[in-house]
């Protein structure tokens, strides 16, 4: 078979480089639309140990993880894939986004994660493309089901070379078709070329025979119309005819009704359909008598199912601006393209896949089929925008928001450590590894226990790892404590571990260490104030812990520590910035006998170096930095469920700032409010409010 060689598809051993294989676990950060019903249930299930019921998932992460982690759940079980992958240089990540309640716009450019996507992607050109686009292949060919089929959306400047990596990781003669998809036309460069108009949809089956297909009927075009120019009580018609050519000697070559149609024609004919059938047509009236006496059959143009459709698609129009569905995403396709090809290659309750979501045209479409879905993407507006798609689907089933949180992280902090696992680190494995297990990726060992940081002897790995952070926040290490890791500019600094958000008993330890710290030895602080570093923050600590920490004379910030310090390049690159934690403030009261919380946004502040300084000047009052919110009125300190959310479309630029619950039953409730902002960040805020 021919082969595509690209720089770096064999390793120097002659063996071609596999994709990354970790077992990494999803975490649930949120359900939606789950009733507290369901919710139950499925607590229950969980407990007893059962199956739990199919959700929907959306997945924030990059599909390097996303996809080996599905392999142990889905391998071979997935009906259908779509993937619609960058390949238009540099376009698919920056993000136009208007601010509420003023004229003015801005594209968020691209974050380091996205970048790095894009480096990897492209960083070594069309080499690092093709590995990267062969890897993600490999992994959805093992996720397909032997019925399945894969469409790959591509244009003309990957599609010829990305055919060939297909009938590799497929086979040959698994490519059943190569669609061609004229969206507009692109006017660049027409003076000298032809303008380009179309994108490209190889459609591959897993199987030579086997996979599902629903044929397609497409609208007759005018002319074709123009057959049916025949009238009657049932509408327009055109004839076809009963008899072909070519004598038989069966019941099909029998005169009917005294036409003997072995006589007719220069070598004779038969009929085409047998004599009770044209009986049953004469009496159905589907018959017309020609005005030389033979019948042809009635064929109505509102019976017609419309014409086959072919590889060539040209009804289907590319969204505008302006168009309904279109949610601002600069690389969004249209429903009606994904409409085709699910109705085409899926049944209902098959799985559907798309490990680029973009908008989340694949899974509203899927859902909208009563498929079910996966979808992932490494984008945070990617996807906050196909939340906020999904949830303006009515009756929409419920789903669940996860990512691979701490365990990326762990896998990340193992490669820090020396002699790292090399099938964490090492994407150079040997095609055919067994897929790790999940076990194995959990670096315990390595992981820093929180009294014990920064001490003791498992502390080689943790101390590499607060270092790392330390010197990306430009601070300088510190020993002899267990809590302060550092210190910058006269402020002590914590970095939090990768396995747990920093927590209110972290901030308790934090401020007694630095209490006892204060004047003594050579890292003694040398003013009030302590910067945390965290992955992810408990909940209720943004307020309650500064306040606690103010209560102790303790000047305290939270910064979260970006997902992009796992990318080399970007560390390398100093790119690397530390942003403080959104302040939210909500008022809740309580009617007196009701058991009716009402809520209210009351202020939102957002530390202003994050914010580009067109968004800055734009903005003049707090809830234009709202987005998006909602609320867990019944929070067990474990999901974030979300059963009420108010957030802004491109059609309805209002948000609610307030809203009312009744309670069943009188008692105390942790009442989670999270917060979705403009740049796409989210901020939560837990109440405690006891009803009667
Ligand atoms: C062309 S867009 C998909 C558009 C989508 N079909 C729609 O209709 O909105 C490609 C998407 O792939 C995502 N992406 C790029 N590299 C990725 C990766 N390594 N893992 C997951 N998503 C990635 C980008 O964030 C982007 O949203």
């Not at 086959?308 to 429903?335: C, H, L, R």
Request: hydrophobic residues 35%; contains cysteine; charged residues 25%.
């Amino acid at each position: 078979m021919t082969e595509l060689i690209w720089d770096g598809k064999y390793d120097k051993d002659g063996r071609k480089t596999a994709p990354l294989r970790v077992a990494l676990p999803f975490q649930t950060v949120e359900t939606v639309n789950e009733s507290a019903a369901d919710r139950q249930r499925t607590l229950n299930m969980f407990a007893q140990g059962r199956e739990t019921e199919w959700r929907n998932r959306l997945i924030w992460g990059d599909k390097k993880y996303v996809l080996p982690s599905l392999l142990p759940e889905f391998a071979g079980k997935v009906n259908l894939i779509y993937i619609d992958p960058p390949f238009n240089v540099g376009a698919d990540f920056s993000f136009t986004t208007t601010i509420p309640d003023s004229d003015e716009s801005f594209t968020k450019e691209p974050s380091i994660i996205e970048q790095k996507a894009y480096r990897d992607t492209w960083g070594r050109g069309m080499d690092s493309y093709l590995q990267w686009f062969y890897e993600t292949v490999v992994l959805l060919h093992e996720l397909l089901a032997e019925d399945g089929s894969i469409y790959v959306h591509l244009d003309w400047h990957v599609v010829h070379y990305a055919k060939i990596v297909l009938d590799e990781v497929f086979g040959p003669g698994l490519l059943k078709n190569e669609v061609v998809w004229k969206r507009s036309a692109i006017a660049t460069s027409v003076s000298t070329q032809w303008r380009n108009s179309h994108d490209t949809l190889l459609f591959y089956g897993k199987d030579t025979a086997d996979n599902v297909f629903n044929v397609q009927y497409g609208e007759y075009s005018e002319s074709s119309k123009k057959h049916y120019s025949r009238i009657d009580e049932r509408g327009s018609f055109r004839t076809v005819p009963l008899m072909a050519s070519g004598r038989t000697s069966g019941i099909s070559g029998q005169p009917w009704r005294g036409i003997d149609v072995a006589n007719r024609g220069k070598n004779g004919m038969h009929w085409l359909k047998s004599p009770d059938i044209l009986e049953q047509l004469e009496k159905d009236k589907l018959i017309l008598w020609n005005s030389e006496g033979i019948p042809e059959l009635k064929y109505y143009l509102d019976e017609a199912k419309g014409v086959y459709v072919s590889d060539f698609w040209d009804d289907i129009t590319v969204i505008n601006s302006m168009a309904s569905e279109s949610v601002g995403y600069a690389t969004q396709k249209p429903e009606a393209l994904l409409e085709r090809i699910i109705k085409a290659s899926s049944n209902e309750g098959d799985l559907v896949l798309d490990c680029f979501a973009g908008s989340g045209t694949t899974a509203t479409v899927a859902e909208k089929l009563k498929r079910r879905w996966i979808t992932c993407d490494l984008g945070r507006f990617a996807i906050h925008t196909t939340r906020k798609r999904l949830l303006g689907i009515p009756e929409i089933t419920p789903f669940v928001v996860q990512n691979l949180g701490k365990y990326e992280r762990q896998a990340w902090q193992a490669t820090l450590s020396p002699g790292p696992s090399p099938k964490v680190r090492g994407e150079q494995e040997k095609e055919g590894n067994a897929t790790q297990t999940t076990q194995s990726l959990r670096p315990s060992p390595l992981s820093p226990s929180p009294g014990g940081r920064g001490v003791g002897g498992e502390g080689q790995a943790q101390r590499r790892y607060i270092e790392f952070i330390l010197q990306l926040f430009n601070a300088k290490p510190i020993s002899g404590y267990a809590w302060l890791h550092g210190v910058r500019g006269g402020r002590m600094v914590h970095v939090g571990s990768v396995d747990a958000p920093v927590s209110l008993g972290d901030v308790t330890n934090i401020a007694i260490e630095f209490r006892k710290a204060v004047g003594s030895g050579k890292d003694a602080p040398t003013s009030n104030s302590i910067d945390v570093l965290g992955w992810d923050f408990a909940f209720e600590m943004n307020e309650v812990a500064r306040q606690q920490a103010a209560a102790a004379n303790i000047q305290m910030r939270f910064l979260r520590i970006p997902r992009d310090v796992m990318d080399k390049r970007a560390t390398d690159s100093g790119e690397i910035r530390f942003f403080e934690l959104a302040a939210l403030e909500v008022e809740p009261t309580v009617a007196a006998r009701k058991r009716e919380v009402v809520l209210k946004l009351t202020n939102f502040v957002i530390p202003p170096d994050d914010v580009p300084e067109e968004v800055r000047t734009a903005i003049k009052s707090w809830e234009q930095w709202i987005d998006y919110w909602a609320v867990d009125w019944d929070n067990k300190s474990d999901t974030f469920h979300n059963e009420w959310q108010s957030y802004r479309t491109r059609k309805d630029k209002t948000l609610q700032k307030q809203v009312t619950n009744t309670y069943e039953q009188p008692g105390e409730y942790r009442v989670v409010v999270k917060v979705i902002d403009i740049l796409g960040n989210d901020t939560t805020k837990t109440l405690m409010v006891r009803v009667q």
